[in-house]
Each structure stands twice: as C-alpha cells, then as structure tokens.
C-alpha cells in the first residue's frame, strides 16, 4: 500500500498528549511523522471514529470519540482517507494492542480493494532448493522399493513354507504309518508366527525405549554406519513364543520336547548374557571366545550326559543310533555320540551367529532349517516335529520385523538358542546327517570365518603381514563388497536353503 501509517507506540504517544489538550490526535502524529516542509495545507477531511469495546485478560477498554486530522492529499500524494471506506468490496481489519484498562483502543482499518501486490519471484537459491528437494525424492523412492525387496523375500518365504507343510500334513499319515490330528504341522506353525509378530509389536518399542541398540562391529562394512539405530536381543520376545506353543500342544508328559526346551532356553541364556555386556561395555564384543565356548560345551556336554541317562522313545528299541541312507543302514556311534552331540551345539550356534548379519537372513534360512528337521523326526518322534514347527513360525513371525530393513535384531540371545534347538533335535533323533544338510548355509558360513582367520594367522607368523584370501568375512560381507545387493543376498541364500531342506527331509524319510 503507497499510504503510510504511523506506528502503533507512536499513536499511543500522541493519544497521551491529545488527551492534555495539547493537539489533536493525528496531527501531533503527522508532525512527528512529516518533514516540516511538507505539513498539511489545504483541503482537510474529518474521519470520526468509534471505539469499540474490546476485552483483554478480562479488562474493558474505555469508550471514547476522538475526531482527528487527516493527512494532507497534496502533501503526501496519498488518496483520501474518505475513499477507504467507500470502497465495494473492501473488510476490516481490526488491530490490538497490549492488555490493561488503560491500553489502546481498538482500531479498524479498511484498506483499498486496488492494491499493488508485488509479483512473487523466485530466485537462484530457491530454483537450487527446489532441484535438490526432487533429488531427494528421487533417493527415497529407491529406498521404497528396496523395503519392497525385503517384503517379497518375506512373501515367498510364508508362501513356500505354508504350501510345503499343508503337502506335508495331508500326505503325512503314509510317512508315520499313523493316525495324526488334521494340520498336525501347521498349527502350531501359524500359532507361533501369528503370537510372535503380534508380540514383537509390544515388545520393540520397549527395547527402543531402553535404548538397547545394536552395536555396529568396526570390522563390518562401512555402510551399515549408515543403519538406523535398531535394538537388539529380539530373541527374547520370539524364542519363549516358540517354546511355549511347542510345550502347549504336545504337553508336557513329552521327554523329548521338554529336553529341547530346556537346552534352547539354556543358550538363549548364554546368548543374552553376551548381548548385556556387550550393551554395559558399549564395546564390540562381550564374552570373549573361549569362555563363550565354555558356557556352549557344557550345557552341551550336560545334555549329552542326560541322553545317557533317560529313557528316549525310539523306533530301533536302543540309543545313540545314526540313520543313514540305504546303501549305510544304520551306525552304532556309542561314545562318539556324545562329541558329535557337543560338536553339533557349539557350531550351530556360533554358525548362525555368524550368519545374523544381514537382515532377515539367519532368521529366514533358520525357518527353514526346523521345517527341514521337523519332517526328518517325524517318522521317530512326531512331537518334536511340532517343536520344529513351531520354531519355525517363531523365526517367520520375527522376520516381519527383521526384514529389510529391519526394526530389531535376534542378537546372541536368538542365534545361540536357534542353533541350540536345531542341535537338541538332532541329538534326540540321530538325525545328524539332514541337520548337516539343511544347516548347509550356517556351515559355510563358519567354514569361510575358520579359513580366512587361519590363512591370516598363518601368513602374520611366517611373513610377519597377515593376507587375507577373502576382501572380508563371512561370506554375505565378501558379496555385498562385490556388489551385491543385501535383499538379493538373502533371496539367493533363501532359494539355496530352500533346496536343501527340500533334499534334508526327503535324507531323513529314506534313512528311517
């Protein structure tokens, strides 16, 4: 607007003064305003104005009439204050100031329809601002469609499961030679997935909220600095799911299920103890090697002394037995049993902790390791069929938060107690050589980590240097170094476990 108004303080003052009789209202603002040379002279217009009653804080304003001067038409080249209020179209604008009985009163303003608006420009940096915005955009839509990765790897993952183990129970009755309950396998298999992502709702947000976070390793690759900070022990919440609804189905009065539980619950315990001091220190590690090792070998040694000891069902009417495939029969093992049962807990569980380093992958090759070993001990022990079952709806439950990318992770507290389960199965059964097969994943993974430490140490002791046949280890580290994708890595190592689960059952149903 080309008309200049004079400020709200200056109004007040000069309202102090008009009151004392000195001059008018407006006038003592246009002189306190105007250059001396340019006062009023000429035609004047009188404006009367009412005040209106206004409250502030609960305090009334008073009412008065107060007539004042006009600025001068000649003088300013302003048109005239008359016109302002003869406008079509025109609205008010009321104006307030600071509260008390004493403060100013209110003042409404009805401003000219025809107005010079100035025309909206935009300028270098705001043309730099937009272009960087669309940029942005641009990554984030690659950042959607690569949690789409993780969801269709999900996907497939539930799709192929679900459509093995409803093959499995309608077709179960010829394996077992006997009578089973309908969806023997896949209840208790979507009881747990359904229990376990249902409680990992509840149960992240409070180790959020703890600020129990995962601890990047500094031998990692230098991207996952770039991970949002996830907690992690995940494997307290979808471990007991698994346990609870394998004890709740097959009872109680199950030898077999209840050792598995026992021994799982055992190394998820191993498993968080590491996890808290890992967490306390806010170090990379928490329990060194060999007292890990420790802790492993003799609950699994623990276990193996209790199989010497308890009477286990068995179809061959004796213990410590192998089935192997037709031309081998079975093998008597006697005391060598109890070191393939301690060698089996200790790599298992290391072997899927080395695994857990991409997200969804231990968990999903996990899943489909139990489903692998449920069908195997079927014809021996069926209720540890419904233990493997459940485990593995407990492992697909959390993958619905561990997918890419991943809200929380297992940590020790998961992968120890997932390779304990999968071992105490094998134990139970002898089914060691399916176990070896479906596990196929894990042991590669611990057999690159034993080859490039040897190779390292090998060649710091004779060369004095340590060389490296691997850029880094395990094996999904060197992959994703060459390029590879995290989702595609776990969709490649899905579709490898899926074939040996496949070939470990079909193992175990020839070896019975």
């Not at 179209?89 to 509260?99: A, R």
């Not at 001091?277 to 492993?296: D, F, I, Q």
């Not at 990318?405 to 059964?429: E, I, N, Q, R």
């Not at 004095?464 to 890595?489: S, V």
């Amino acid at each position: 607007m080309r008309a200049r108004l004079c400020s709200a303080v200056e109004l007040d003052r000069a309202r102090v003064v008009a009151a004392a009789g000195e001059l008018p209202l407006p006038a003592r603002a246009a002189r306190s305003r105007c250059p001396p040379g340019r006062r009023s002279v000429g035609a004047r217009s009188r404006l009367e104005i009412r005040d209106k009653i206004f409250q502030r804080l609960g305090c009334r304003g008073r009412r008065s009439l107060i007539s004042y001067r006009a600025f001068d038409e000649d003088s300013i080249d302003i048109p005239s204050l008359d016109d302002w209020g003869g406008s079509e179209g025109t609205s008010g604008y009321m104006i307030s100031s600071s509260d008390g009985e004493d403060s100013d009163n209110e003042m409404i303003l009805n401003p000219s329809s025809d107005m010079d608006v100035p025309k909206y420009k935009v300028s270098t940096n705001d043309a730099f601002t937009i272009t960087a915005h669309r940029f942005a955009l641009i990554g984030r839509r690659r950042k959607k469609r690569r949690i789409r990765y993780g969801i269709l790897n999900n996907m497939g993952l539930i799709t192929f499961l679900t459509t093995f183990l409803l093959l499995l129970d309608w077709c179960a009755w010829r394996i077992v030679r006997l009578p089973l309950p309908q969806f023997y396998l896949t209840r208790p298999f979507f009881m747990s997935a359904v229990i376990a992502s249902c409680v990992g709702y509840i149960f992240v947000p409070v180790l959020d909220s703890f600020n129990i976070y995962q601890i990047i390793r500094k031998e990692g690759p230098v991207r996952h600095y770039l991970k949002k900070r996830a907690p992690t022990m995940g494997g307290l919440f979808f471990v007991p799911v698994g346990v609870a609804v394998a004890q709740a189905i097959a009872g109680f009065s199950s030898t077999e299920v209840t050792a598995a539980t026992i021994v799982t619950l055992a190394f998820a315990a191993i498993g968080f103890i590491d996890d808290n001091l890992t967490l306390v220190e806010n170090r990379n590690h928490g329990l060194s090697g060999w007292a890990k090792m420790v802790l492993e070998v003799v609950v699994a040694t623990s276990f193996a002394l209790w199989l010497d000891c308890t009477k286990i069902s068995s179809p061959y009417g004796m213990k410590k037995l192998v089935p192997l495939p037709a031309p081998l029969g079975i093998i008597c093992l006697g005391k060598f049993y109890s070191l393939l049962t301690s060698f089996c807990f200790v790599s298992l569980g290391n072997g899927i902790d080395l695994t857990d380093g991409l997200d969804g992958l231990a968990g999903g090759v996990s899943a489909l390791a139990f489903i692998a070993m449920s069908v195997a001990v079927l014809p021996i022990c069926a209720d540890l069929g419904i233990f493997g079952a459940s485990m593995a709806g407990a492992c697909v439950g959390f993958l619905l938060h561990n997918r890419y990318k991943a809200s929380v992770f297992m940590g020790d507290t998961g992968s120890l107690a997932l390779g304990g389960a999968l071992a105490a199965m094998a134990a139970c059964t002898g089914m060691f050589l399916p176990l070896f097969i479906s596990s196929g994943v894990f042991f590669v993974e611990a057999f690159f980590v034993i080859l490039q430490v040897s190779q390292f140490k090998a060649t710091k002791y004779l060369r004095r240097y340590g060389d490296r046949i691997f850029q880094m280890a395990p094996l999904h580290h060197h992959l994703e170094l060459h390029g590879f994708k995290k989702p595609i890595i776990v969709a490649g190592a899905y579709l490898l476990s899926s074939v040996l689960s496949l070939f470990a059952g079909y193992v175990g149903l020839i070896s019975v």
